[in-house]
Structure formats: structure tokens, C-alpha cells
């Protein structure tokens, strides 16, 4: 078969390749990689692995598995011609190789094998020789600048995994990356997965590495998407990608390792190896001869499948040439002076064919207007009024069929437009808006950093892995048409919630927003405590204000209950033992073994509530009762552990939380930074009361301002000559629900009524719709409504009328009277919030 070469031609004289391959290239500087956020980069420069695996081998005289020098630096020549920079190799190789790599540009991605596929844990000494092991193959490479990153570990099978259960082999994999930190503390370590145990969690790795073998591109495609999910803010990097070329044939083999190359580039992975560079394969002591993966045959010639990598690598993460759209970025400013310059820079680097910058100056009095104009970018300047109305006059102005939006305090990755607008462009999604992450950049300081793991962040909320239900306002775009028909942003909205109202107000249309993973954007959090406070009040007022507009989307506590999943950092953990199922199948076989977590219960979520400080201070205050009847002194320890519960759900999430470069502080360092991240925990919730308060949502809200209606079962009924489904009767109900101020709910498919009428967090009412069809079209409709008391308000006006009824036998006068009166109060305003919902409907 005749060779390919660098430029893709092939060539019938195999001398002639050989002296090319063979031609010595002048040894050059390699820069170590490094991590930020989803990408790796060199220096400025983002790389994306475009890489080969490579052996195993048969053992050589020396006991390195790989072939002569000669073959080496013929192989490395002929990859490098094709566009392959890194080559991953299963076992530890002799500094000679690293050096060869190093001659062509080539880094390496280091195997540490060991006995993974036995029980290593069931014997202390086993796993000690282990670690050891991994240790010195880290500590032969240690230092050399052609090594990528060390694999510590590859496809530990499934049913080891279950045998010990994930949590013992996920702190053995630590102890394997800290051992490997230990002796090259700068190079990257990952540990490679793979999809039958993909629900090991593993944060602590710099790269989240997978072996996926799935042929049909859109499968691929979804499970990337997945994948993504699941790994969070790290890259993600496909270790092996391929096909047998001996079952399906050389030209399908070459078709399908090109689209599974340009598949994962463009699903946002930092980066792909291709299993293998050559059908020679040497495993359990003999040469494997049934299975052709190779981009080259046995005697090293190459492959149509070469071509079809090299294709792929040479047009990263896109092809060439696509129809890319026309984007207007928008970003609104008010007194950005201190972060954005790092904004400007990040828009200056861009990497996209079509888009302008539109920068909105809200009014700012400090020096932001002298920086903007360095920039050469289009600088519009307003009066003061409030981001959503600078928002506004960036859409007005802007030329682009979609409008991206970003944050003065946000810098975008290089290629943010790019994976923004190819998730515009599947015209099977059809998304009205796109959004991605938004990650806290390195240096802004300890309370920065703990600001990033701290609640009451920018996070986007998933229906699965590509449909939003929210994205955050400093990573979101939208198409401009549609965004114009909802009437663009609300004013109201001045400082936050903008973005949580225009999701809404598209999603009210039927359309739908998607989420893209590699779409990035830095986002700089507050780096002092104060401003931290002061934003969170600010989240707070938004909440209420949101909480006026679209009161249907909150419960009867006054918090947004989403359909989808939180993602990001920050997120405060729940009390109690998080019940995860693993789906392994049928006697743990199953290729894809993904794990459900189900919804946090509610006894557990209370602590992370702001309105548990008003718990605790109602439980204070029932307990200073005990001045005048001992029994109340019991209030004491159910307020102690009502702090005890807030303070355990903080240390908690501090716990959990992810700090750069964790392995290289001091314990005390790292104490420090988990310590100000629990206080910030417990600080978040109350400057969200402050503002939830402050601007009217609270326990006491009022849902309606109509007449009262004594609370009691009522009947109904309406004469219609004009036919009407049950569902018009209900949503026409609901509107004039809507215009009364009240809030409605459907009921479920369960339940034997179809609307619950809130009349506060106590009480409501419900209606169930009965239709006689009278024929003609003529209707009866009958409507019956009936008082709900809420199960927990009953219980508490039942436990303070007990109270007080013993504080009337003890003679316990001053709270018997206390007590009396909060049991009224409690029943009382039951009564009312029932007669409120009955004489709304």
C-alpha cells in the first residue's frame, strides 16, 4: 500500500519515506501544559491534544516495551508529518524516547501500568508496592519537558470496582495522584476512565481522561455531552478513540476515525488520542493478530486511516470554511474600572470570522469610560439605569443575528463565540439561547477563591446534557429576533434576575435554550467579604422582585423550584448521607454504568434555607420563656441544634470545595481557605433574607388582595352555549387568578383536584372542575372549592395550643399568655390565608 505523507500525498517508494521520517529535527524547548478550566494551554496559547496511543509492545532485550531508536524516530518523524503532537504510551519509557519526542515537537502521555485488574486492595502490602511502583515511573520521566501528564491508572474493570464499592477505589486513585504529585509536582496527572465505571468521582485529577469506543457519531456525540456534565470544570480528553479496520474494512475504518476526531473537538474535548498508531499489539505475553486498529499496518506503512486523522487534526475544534453567523457581543459596564481590562483583553483575542463589540457605559463615575476607549471597540454611553436597560441598548444597536452577552468582570475563552455558535447552528435543537460556564480565574486572592466555593454563584440549571432551564447573564446569548419579540429585558431587573426572567420569558414562548460546555467565560468573583455581602442582598431583592412577577414559579416558602439540575461551584451540600444508585445491570455487566442521584429531601434542605435563621430565632425566643416555666428551657437544645445543623451543613460544603493547587499548600493554608469558605456559608443565607425581606418576600406575604370568603367547602356552576375544552375553563381560571394576584398550580397527574390556590405559606384553597356536555356545544361546568390548611401549620398551632394549655395548668401565667397569643396568631392566620385563596377564586 503506497505512504502517506505530511501534506497528505502518498508516495510508492517506501526509501524515500524513510529518509524523511529518519531526517533529524534540531532538538527545541517544550513548555509544560497547564489547566484552565476546559482547555489546556501553553503559555497564551490553547493546546489541543491531536494524539496517537502507542504499543504495548513486545519486550525489547532491556525490558522496555517499545521498538529500536531507529523505528522510534522513524514513527515520531512520519507522526509529526501528519499533525499528531502527543503520543500516549502504556508504560513508563526510557528518557531516550522522551528525547526523540522532544526532537519532533511530540509530548507524552505517560502510562503508569500496574495490577489493576486483580483485587490489589485485599492485601495492604500490594497496594503499598503499588503505589511505590507508580512512584519510581513517575520519578524515571520526572522533570523531562516532552511529558504531557501521567496515567496512573487505565480501565480499572468494573466488577473490581464494585467489589470494593467506588468510594475505597476513588481514595486509592488519590493516593496514587498525590504519590505522582509528589515526585513531578508540575506535570498534570489524570487517570483514565472509561464508560462501565464512569461514575467514579475523582476531582482532584488536572484531566479527566475516557476510553469511549462508540461508532455511530451521534451517540458519540450525546455521551460526550454527558461526559462533559460529569467531569465539570476540567478537560475533558478522549484517551482512546477507533475501529478494526480487520471487521469493518480500511476505508470505514479511516471515515470513522475522522468523524470521531472532529465529533470531540467539537463537543468541546481538549483533545483526542487515536487507539492505535500501529495494528501490532502486544498484550498478556502474546502478539494480539485478530484486531487492526492501527493507523498503519504491522510493518509500520500507513493506513487510509492516517489520512483521516490528519484531516481531522488539521482544522481544530471546526472545519474550515463553515457558515458561521454574524454575533454582536454586548457588555454592559458600571464602574467596571478594576476587572475590565481583563474583559477587553479576552475580547481582543477572540478566535471567530464575524462579530463586533458593543460596550454599554452605564453612567460610570470612576475611570472605566479612559479604559474602554483604548480598546477600539464601539462605546455607547448612557445615563445611569440599571443593567437590564443597558442590556437593552446593546440590542437596539446591534447588527448580528445573535446577540452574546458577557460581564464586565468575565474575560471569554479564545474560541467562546466558535462553541456558542455551533449550538445555534443545529437546526434539530433550534435553541432561542445558548449559554456555558462561567469559571473563577486563578489569582484573584484567598477570599476570591473562596468566594468561587462559596453559595449564591452565577450557575446554569439543566434539563439534561444540552437543554438549559437557566443560564447565568454572564455567559448567555440569544438569537436577536426572539429576543426582541419577548420586548428584550425587563428594566425593573436594575443589578440581578434579568437573566432569570428573559429565560423565562422565552421559554413562556415554547422555545427552548441549550448549553454548551466549552463555551467558557472567566468570571472574577467579589474579592472581599463586604462586596460579597452586598452582592447576595442584591440576589436577594432580585428573588423578591422575580418572586412578584412570576409568583407561579415559586413554592409557598418563596424559592424558585427548578425542574432541572443545579451545576457549578459553590453549591452548599445537604445534611445526611446523599443516597446514590449506581446502574450496573444485570450481574454488573452493563457497558454503561451511570449513577442517579435523587432529589435532596426536604428535613435535609431546610438548613440551606435563608428563613432557618428565623427558625432559630423563633426557637430563641420560645425558649426565653423558660424564665417563667421550666418545660420552655427545652427550646434550648432544639435551638442549639438548629445552629448545630446550619454550622454542620457549612463545614460540610467546605469540605467538598475545590481550592487550585490544594496539593501544593500547607495543611494550615488549606484549613484557612476551607474555614472562611464554611463562614461564607453561613453568611450567604442571611444577606439573602436582608433583601428577600426588605422587599417583601417573606413567611407573612400576602398572595391576594381581593375579599375574604369564609373558609369552607363551596359549590358552583356555569351555563355555557359555546363548547370549550376542560383545559380553556382551567387556564381562563387561572388568568383571572393571575389578574386578582393570587397563584395558582395544576395539579398533577395524580391528584384529584386540578388547581391549588396559595393564599400564603399557611393556607390555600383547591378547585376540582366537573363538565356535563348537554349536547350543541351547551356545557355545565361545575366548580367545587374547598380550604387546605397546610399539614405543618396545623401542627404548629396544635403543638403552641398544647404549650399553652400547660402553661395554664402549671399557673404559669406570663407564658400561658405568650403562648395563647402565638397559638391565635398561628391559627388566625391560617384562617385568613385560606380566606384569601377562597374569595380569590
Not at 478594576?338 to 453612567?363: A, H, N, Q, S
Not at 434539563?463 to 448567555?476: F, Q, S, T
Not at 445526611?576 to 432529589?599: D, K, L, M
Request: with cysteine; proline share 6%.
Amino acid at each position: 500500500m503506497p505512504a502517506v505523507t505530511g501534506n497528505g500525498s502518498f508516495h510508492d517508494d517506501p526509501d524515500e519515506l524513510d529518509t524523511q521520517a529518519r531526517a533529524p529535527s534540531p532538538r527545541s524547548s517544550l513548555a509544560r501544559p497547564r489547566v484552565a478550566g476546559k482547555f489546556l494551554f501553553v503559555g497564551d496559547e490553547k493546546l489541543y491534544v491531536r494524539g496517537v496511543t502507542y504499543g504495548t509492545f513486545r519486550p525489547s532485550d532491556d525490558g522496555h516495551q517499545f521498538p529500536e531508536r531507529a523505528d522510534v524516530e522513524r514513527d515520531f518523524a512520519l507522526m509529526a508529518a501528519n499533525g499528531i503532537n502527543t503520543v500516549r504510551v502504556y508504560t513508563a519509557p526510557p528518557r531516550w524516547l522522551l528525547d526523540v519526542a522532544q526532537n519532533h515537537r511530540l509530548r507524552v502521555m505517560v502510562g503508569t501500568p500496574w495490577e489493576q485488574h486483580v483485587a490489589f486492595l485485599n492485601d495492604k502490602g500490594r497496594a503499598s508496592q503499588i503505589v511505590e511502583r507508580v512512584r519510581e515511573q513517575v520519578r524515571s520521566c520526572a522533570g523531562h519537558p516532552a511529558v504531557f501528564c501521567y496515567a496512573i491508572g487505565n480501565e480499572i474493570p468494573a466488577s473490581i470496582v464494585r467489589w470494593y464499592g467506588p468510594r475505597r477505589i476513588e481514595r486509592f486513585i488519590h493516593r496514587l495522584y498525590r504519590a505522582a504529585k509528589a515526585e513531578d509536582p508540575d506535570a498534570l496527572v489524570t487517570y483514565v476512565n472509561f464508560p462501565s465505571t464512569e461514575y467514579l468521582n475523582l476531582p482532584f485529577l488536572d484531566v479527566a481522561s475516557f476510553n469511549v469506543y462508540l461508532e455511530d457519531p451521534d451517540r458519540f456525540d450525546s455521551y460526550l455531552a454527558h461526559l462533559h456534565n460529569w467531569v465539570g470544570e476540567r478537560p475533558l480528553l478522549m484517551a482512546e478513540v477507533g475501529l478494526d479496520s480487520s471487521r469493518h474494512g480500511q476505508c470505514t475504518q479511516a471515515n470513522a476515525i475522522e468523524a470521531q476526531a472532529r465529533t470531540a473537538f467539537a463537543a468541546g474535548c481538549a483533545g483526542v488520542f487515536v487507539f492505535a498508531w500501529t495494528d501490532e499489539w502486544y498484550r498478556g505475553g502474546h502478539d494480539v493478530e485478530d484486531w487492526d486498529f492501527g493507523l498503519t499496518d504491522r510493518t509500520h506503512r500507513p493506513k487510509p486511516a492516517l489520512d483521516g486523522a490528519r484531516r481531522a487534526f488539521a482544522e481544530v475544534p471546526f472545519p474550515a470554511g463553515s457558515p458561521w453567523p454574524r454575533i454582536s457581543v454586548v457588555v454592559c459596564t458600571y464602574n467596571g474600572a478594576r476587572t475590565i481590562r481583563d474583559c477587553l483583553e479576552g475580547l481582543k483575542r477572540l478566535d471567530y470570522p464575524d462579530f463586533e463589540v458593543i460596550l454599554v457605559d452605564d453612567g460610570s463615575t470612576d475611570g472605566t469610560a479612559t479604559i474602554v476607549r483604548e480598546y477600539g471597540f464601539r462605546v455607547i454611553s448612557t445615563e445611569n439605569r440599571g443593567l437590564s436597560s443597558a442590556r437593552n441598548t446593546g440590542l437596539e444597536v446591534a447588527t448580528g443575528e445573535i446577540v452574546a452577552y458577557t460581564d464586565d468582570d468575565a474575560r471569554p475563552d479564545p474560541h467562546w463565540l466558535t462553541y456558542l455558535a455551533a449550538a445555534f447552528m443545529d437546526s434539530d435543537a433550534d435553541y432561542a439561547g445558548v449559554g456555558g460556564p462561567n469559571l473563577a480565574p486563578a489569582g484573584d486572592g484567598p477570599i476570591a477563591e473562596c468566594v468561587a466555593n462559596a453559595p449564591g454563584g452565577p450557575v446554569h440549571v439543566l434539563l439534561d446534557d444540552r437543554e438549559a432551564e437557566h443560564i447565568p447573564g454572564c455567559n448567555m446569548a440569544f438569537r436577536k429576533d426572539r429576543l426582541t419579540a419577548i420586548g428584550g429585558f425587563d428594566p425593573q431587573f436594575r443589578s440581578a434576575g434579568d437573566d432569570v426572567d428573559v429565560c423565562w420569558r422565552l421559554q413562556a414562548r415554547g422555545w427552548r435554550l441549550g448549553f454548551s460546555p466549552a463555551a467558557t467565560v472567566w468570571h472574577h468573583r467579589r474579592n472581599s467579604v463586604r462586596e460579597y455581602w452586598k452582592q447576595q442582598i442584591g440576589y436577594g431583592k432580585a428573588e423578591a422582585l422575580l418572586e412578584q412577577k412570576w409568583p407561579e414559579k415559586y413554592n409557598s416558602a418563596g424559592h424558585v423550584t427548578w425542574t432541572g439540575r443545579l451545576y457549578g461551584n459553590g453549591l452548599t451540600r445537604a445534611l445526611g448521607r446523599t443516597v446514590q444508585r449506581i446502574y450496573h445491570g444485570s450481574w454488573g455487566t452493563a457497558p454503561f454504568q451511570s449513577v442517579y442521584q435523587p432529589a435532596t429531601g426536604v428535613l435535609s434542605s431546610l438548613p440551606l434555607m435563608p428563613e432557618w435563621y428565623q427558625i432559630i430565632v423563633m426557637l430563641a425566643a420560645l425558649s426565653t420563656l423558660g424564665l417563667f416555666w421550666t418545660p420552655m428551657l427545652l427550646a434550648v437544645p432544639l435551638c442549639a441544634i438548629a445552629i448545630g445543623a446550619s454550622i454542620a451543613q457549612a463545614v460540610i460544603s467546605a469540605g467538598g470545595a475545590t481550592f487550585a493547587s490544594a496539593t501544593a499548600r500547607s495543611r494550615p493554608a488549606l484549613l484557612g481557605l476551607r474555614s472562611m469558605t464554611a463562614a461564607l456559608h453561613l453568611l450567604q443565607p442571611l444577606a439573602r433574607l436582608r433583601g428577600r425581606v426588605r422587599h417583601g418576600l417573606s413567611f407573612w406575604r400576602r398572595r391576594s388582595t381581593v375579599d375574604l370568603l369564609l373558609p369552607g367547602p363551596h359549590q358552583t356552576s356555569v351555563w355555557s352555549e359555546v363548547w370549550r375544552a376542560p383545559e380553556d375553563w382551567l387556564h381562563a381560571i387561572e388568568e383571572g387568578l393571575r389578574r386578582a394576584g393570587a397563584v395558582a398550580v395544576h395539579g398533577g397527574q395524580y391528584d384529584s383536584w386540578d388547581l391549588e390556590i396559595r393564599g400564603g405559606m399557611m393556607g390555600g384553597a383547591r378547585v376540582t372542575m366537573a363538565v356535563e356536555e348537554h349536547g350543541d356545544g351547551r356545557q355545565l361546568v361545575r366548580f367545587g372549592l374547598r380550604p387546605l390548611l397546610k399539614s405543618y401549620s396545623v401542627a404548629l398551632t396544635l403543638v403552641l395550643g398544647a404549650l399553652a394549655l400547660g402553661a395554664v395548668v402549671d399557673q404559669a401565667w406570663p407564658a400561658a399568655g405568650i403562648l395563647i397569643a402565638a397559638s391565635f396568631a398561628a391559627a388566625g392566620r391560617m384562617v385568613v390565608e385560606c380566606a384569601l385563596a377562597m374569595g380569590a377564586a
